[in-house]
């Protein structure tokens, strides 16, 4: 099942990843940008981040991955 979940299309959505409960991480390829979405709701329609990216054949912002360090209360992000 698919669901709509911002009506501003990105460019091309390369990866997601999920921070917490309804709470995702989208990254598109040929803008750099990786946006939140909360419980369906882009936020603030202002991206998480926004990074230059070469997008010249399969470059781009291809992916992250969120780690918690369970020893302290840090949460890490890698593009």
């Not at 990786?34 to 781009?60: C, F, S, T, Y």
Request: aromatic share 6%.
């Amino acid at each position: 099942m698919a669901e709509k979940v911002n009506d501003k299309p990105l460019s091309i959505p390369t990866s997601l990843a999920f921070f917490e409960h309804n709470d995702i991480f989208v990254t598109d390829k040929e803008t750099g940008k990786v946006i939140r979405v909360i419980g369906g709701q882009v936020e603030a329609n202002v991206p998480l981040l926004d990074v230059e990216v070469a997008i010249v054949m399969e470059l781009g912002l291809l992916g992250l991955t969120i780690s918690e360090n369970m020893t302290d209360t840090n949460t890490y992000v890698f593009l």
